[in-house]
């Protein structure tokens, strides 16, 4: 079989069902007459932008984002529509209230962005610790991640025609 005809099939396949592993993906293929290795799926996945997250019963499942111009941006819009209970700014910290299994998720696209106002991230089950090299680099990281609460939309892409914070 094809890669495309296999991305379609795996494309409807998450449409239809709540994936929580790739085994589970893997077996869905299986039913539908496609045979393909791990390696062959995690590629497939990987260029699909699929990614895991969790619900917010804390259990993971992968997502496919839509659109390949989805960024990180977006995906932490996201991740924050979904999970964020409360941000707070303590000093030249930031604290981030989640849902369960949130502030990893959170975490781990503000690490990959690599935004030169954030020094560290600490990520617990529900809470994520943001440090800041100052005062002013917090209040800059609480307002960026307010418009990403204030500004998400599902299906949408957030910020194709709008400047960074």
Known sequence: MKKKERQVIIKRLFAEHR????????????????????????????????????????????????????????????????????????????????AGNGADVIANYLDEMELP???????????LLIITPSKAAAEAVVRRLNHYVEGYEIGTSLFKDEPQV
């Open 117 to 127: 106002e954030i020094s560290g991230t600490i990520a617990g089950f529900d809470i």
């Open 19 to 98: 994936i929580e592993s790739q085994e589970e993906l893997m077996n869905l293929l299986k039913q539908e007459n496609v045979t393909a290795t791990q390696a062959t799926i995690s590629r497939d996945m990987r260029e699909m932008n699929i990614a895991k997250t969790y619900a917010k019963n804390g259990r993971p499942y992968y997502s496919i984002f839509e659109s390949k111009e989805r960024n990180l941006e977006d995906k932490i819009a996201f991740s924050m529509y979904e999970y964020l209970k409360a941000i707070t700014q303590v000093e030249f910290m930031v604290v981030v209230h989640t």
